[in-house]
């Protein structure tokens, strides 16, 4: 389900977020590998507000594990630590809790020297839609938990999720909204799926693909697709046109006269991309010149 974020929703998910975190020790802060950038919401910092965090790439099954690599030695710079999960699979989920342990090491152990018996770390997963909370909190439960969707404003009874012996997660999420403002980050969210194509048209979204893939993916794109030259420049709108035109004759999508059908080709393209057909795909780096925001 798309949410239609208006700024009331906001102030609600934000509030929600925040009236939780009282319950809570520490957030999980999920993005997605492909996207990390596009996938993070503007105001996590001010809303999470110097509670302990850990940050999950998830998705990573999808994304390019280099990239990954580097934007954990990113978050890292940043001060946070850094897990990268497939939440599908259940690949390295069981890092989570061990990590969110070692964060509040120094908690736990005054805690010890006081005499208490330190209970189990509490989490709470934050998120843009479609990011993979549900998914995630069902693999770190080990259950299948109904999850209220995706609409702030859902309010029901609180219930603590065993995870282990040592952690216990809020079963909601918190759901955060993406840099929509941002037209980039519509774009990138779109070819990632996290929006829905009826908010974007798909031969745009498709377009916005293929110059990113050819820019920085030719080859996976060229051995999917059988695809002969590549764009002479990628902003030149024409090459981009006709790599699609390539991509939809290559796939039977044509209609009369010869003409491609490029609705059907952008379907396709979304698709395979979706799906990782094209390979493991990261459509946002972190550069050298990027702002480190150290803690
Ligand atoms: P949300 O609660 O944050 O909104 O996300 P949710 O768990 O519903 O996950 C959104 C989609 O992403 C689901 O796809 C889910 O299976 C998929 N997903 C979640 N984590 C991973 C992951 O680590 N790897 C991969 N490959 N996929 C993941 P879906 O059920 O097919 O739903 P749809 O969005 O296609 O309708």
Redesign the pocket.
């Known amino acids: 389900m798309s949410i239609q974020w208006f700024p009331g929703h906001m102030t609600r998910a934000k509030r929600q977020i925040q009236d939780k975190l009282k319950l809570i020790d520490i957030a999980i802060e999920?993005l997605d590998a492909r996207v990390p950038l596009s996938s993070r919401n503007p105001m996590v910092d001010e809303i999470l507000h110097g509670k302990p965090r850990l940050i999950v790439l998830?998705?990573?099954?999808?994304a390019d594990p280099k990239t990954t690599e580097k934007w954990m030695t990113y978050f890292a710079h940043e001060g946070h630590e850094c897990v990268s999960?497939?939440?599908?699979t259940g690949t390295k989920v069981g890092e989570i809790p061990i990590k969110a342990r070692e964060i509040l090491q120094d908690k736990i152990n005054r805690q010890i020297s006081k005499g208490i018996n330190p209970r189990a770390v509490r989490g709470l997963i934050v998120?843009i839609?479609?990011?993979?909370?549900?998914?995630?909190i069902n693999k770190l439960a080990g259950r299948s938990i109904a999850?209220t969707g995706?609409r702030p404003g859902v309010t029901k009874g609180q219930q603590w999720i065993k995870v282990g012996t040592q952690m216990e997660l809020l079963d909601t999420?918190g759901i955060l909204w993406p840099k929509f403002e941002d037209q980039l980050v519509g774009f990138r969210l779109a070819m990632t799926?996290a929006i829905r194509e009826q908010i974007l048209n798909i031969d745009e979204i498709a377009y916005f693909a293929i110059k990113e893939l050819a820019d920085r993916y030719w080859p996976a794109l060229q051995e999917r697709y059988d695809l002969e030259t590549p764009p002479s420049d990628i902003e030149d709108n024409q090459e981009i046109v006709r790599i699609m035109e390539d991509i939809g004759r290559r796939r039977g999508c044509l209609i009369g006269g010869g003409r491609v059908d490029l609705e059907k080709a952008s379907g396709i393209i979304l698709r395979d991309l979706r799906a990782?057909k094209l390979g493991r795909i990261t459509l946002e780096a972190p550069y050298d010149n990027m702002p480190v925001r150290k803690k």
């Not at 999960?85 to 599908?88: G, L």
């Not at 839609?129 to 995630?136: I, Q, R």
Request: net charge negative; proline share 8%.
């Open positions: 999920l998830n998705k990573s099954d999808l999960v497939d939440s599908s998120g839609p479609n990011v993979g909370k549900s998914t995630l999850i995706d999420p799926g990782g």
